[in-house]
């Protein structure tokens, strides 16, 4: 054992206090961890998602609007989410159940959906101060400019995240318009 070895380690009290440490930090984590779980199964059960989607459908079909351009609105629309909410993960779980079934009822495969998601996720992630890398990347930039903070970030990556999020969008459009599978027999409209 490496404890041992170094000295930092002479019982098994020290591993007990070395692990309490360790996990006495993950206390926050844990906890948002539950609320996200606690409102998705209370979101869920309420049958909300449904709800919302057959609505939404409803409206959208009888306002004849052509997919695309609800695919790019739902693009812009997780953009500015994700400066709220930058996980993947819990975004795409609560956005998924009302999302996809709207977009099924429009023509549109789901795995379109979850391009048009990931593309909106993607291009911000540096932008956002709560982002978990986010720490990280400033005390990476200190090590170069010791002036480094926030807004010096946001500035450096603003015009990357812009220019790769525009070339996202013309890639799915075009891609979209031509009708590419997104996977073996995925095509983005069925």
């Known amino acids: 054992c490496y404890g041992a070895g170094a000295g930092t380690i002479k019982s098994s009290n020290d591993v007990i206090g070395a692990i309490s440490k360790t996990f006495s930090s993950l206390g926050g984590l844990i906890l948002m961890f539950l609320m996200i779980a606690q409102f998705l199964a209370y979101f869920n059960y309420s049958n909300l998602p449904r709800v919302i989607a057959v609505a939404l459908a409803d409206l959208l079909e009888r306002a004849a ?9 739902f693009i812009l629309v997780i953009i500015l989410l994700d400066f709220v909410l930058p996980g993947v993960i819990p975004k795409w779980a609560i956005f998924a159940p009302i999302f996809v079934p709207i977009f099924i009822r429009l023509g549109v495969g789901p795995q379109t959906v979850l391009a048009a998601y990931r593309i909106g996720d993607s291009p911000v992630n540096t932008l956002t101060p709560l982002m978990v890398y986010f720490p990280f990347i400033v005390t990476v930039a200190q090590r170069y400019r010791k002036d480094a903070g926030i807004g010096t970030i946001v500035a450096i990556m603003l015009p990357y995240a812009a220019i790769i999020l525009i070339a996202w969008i013309v890639l799915f459009v075009v891609w ?8 073996p027999g995925y095509f983005p409209r069925p």
Not at 65 to 73: M, R, T
């Open 65 to 73: 609007v052509p997919a695309l351009p609800l695919l790019i609105l």
């Open 176 to 183: 979209y318009a031509l009708n590419i599978p997104l996977g």
